[in-house]
């Protein structure tokens, strides 16, 4: 059996899928998915009770900013050229409410203590 690791900081990566809906106006009502692995940070239950406190009706976007530190190179352009993870990048993609909801999922799936994919 591992034995537990007490860190005051703990940084982690998991994948986060957005799913969004089908441009095809032949397959209105399907989704597509997009799939990238995103670096987050644990925070402690008081931190993120003061994130979302001091954050009010912005608070689910501020949490997520103060928790992702990175993503993989599946993050792409339009050209396909990989976007480099920055604060101004990451306030972007949440400007759009699959991606926020992507990044919510990721980490409470992260946090339940299942692996990623698996059922509850």
């Not at 993050?75 to 480099?84: C, F």
């Amino acid at each position: 059996m591992a034995k537990f690791v007490l860190k005051p900081n703990y940084e982690y990566w998991w994948p986060v899928r957005v799913k969004s809906p089908n441009t095809d106006p032949k397959r209105g009502g399907a989704t597509v998915e997009q799939t990238f692995n995103a670096q987050f940070r644990s925070v402690s239950t008081t931190e993120t009770r003061e994130i979302m406190d001091r954050a009010g009706e912005n608070g689910t976007i501020e949490f997520i900013q103060a928790i992702v530190l990175d993503w993989d190179e599946s993050v792409v352009d339009d050209d396909g050229q990989p976007v480099a993870f920055s604060d101004a990048a990451l306030a972007d993609m949440l400007a759009n409410v699959w991606v926020l909801k992507a990044f919510w999922t990721a980490w409470s799936e992260s946090t339940s203590g299942q692996a990623a994919g698996t059922k509850k």
